[in-house]
């Protein structure tokens, strides 16, 4: 059962407790946030993995220290001790999301920006470049951003990375409906999206058309105290 949950970053966390929850990280993802320069990105990086081990220890009713992570030859991570779980994550702006399911899974947000529309030449297909440029320019700037999420949400639910580039396939969206063409694997994947507030776009992919109706949102006061009685 696919399970997504949410983390606003608003609230302040003092720092005894960030100090307490980055004892709770592997070595290397230590070293990784302290290489980050402003303490938003820093924040979002340790939540992320918090968010993830917290997840993760309540579906499979394990410590957190038991959960042994690997990564595939694209950089996605994995559970190496079960097989029968996967996750994903992506975090921008004041949110951080993660998704759980027994099957692969993708999962992205944005939060939205003024742009250059020149960029989609750089990442969307021609079809995708015609299609948002159809769009009345009251549109334009939503479609650009739904267009990012759901092919960001796709490339990490097949596992690919950036490997995949994302002019590489095209999204044929017609109302509900979604088409990736081509096709990088052999069975069909589903993309659901999720409001979040105006300010933001969020998309999921999956192997499977079972998205949960609501999100599990959570402070991250509660994350840092429900996590430690784990």
């Known amino acids: 059962m696919m399970e997504i949950a949410i983390v606003n970053l608003e609230n302040v966390l003092e720092k005894y407790k960030y100090d307490r929850l980055i004892s709770c990280v592997s070595i290397e993802k230590r070293e990784k946030i302290s290489k980050f320069y402003r303490y938003e990105d820093v924040l979002r990086a340790l939540i992320g993995d918090i968010l993830i081990r917290f997840l993760l220890s309540k579906r499979l009713k394990i410590k957190n220290q038991n959960l042994k992570f690997g990564v595939n030859k694209f950089g996605k991570p994995f559970l190496k001790n079960y097989t029968d779980v996967e996750f ?64 960001e949400s796709y490339i990490k639910a097949i596992g690919k990375g950036l490997s995949l580039s994302l002019d590489s396939f095209t999204l044929y969206i017609v109302e509900d409906h979604i088409t ?27 192997k499977k058309d079972k998205f949960p109706h609501n999100i599990n949102y959570i402070n991250i006061n509660e994350l840092y105290e429900e996590f430690l009685l784990l």
């Open 88 to 151: 994903n994550i992506s975090h921008s702006g004041k949110w951080v999301v993660c998704t759980l399911d027994d099957l692969p899974v993708g999962i992205d947000i944005e939060q939205i920006k003024t742009i250059d529309f020149g960029i989609a030449e750089r990442f969307f297909s021609k079809d995708e470049i015609k299609s948002l440029m159809s769009k009345c320019i009251a549109e334009r700037e939503d479609y650009f951003y739904v267009l990012w999420v759901l092919k």
């Open 180 to 206: 990736v063409y081509p096709s990088y694997e052999s069975i069909n994947y589903y993309f659901r999206q999720y409001h979040i507030g105006k300010d933001y776009k969020m998309a999921v992919c999956s």
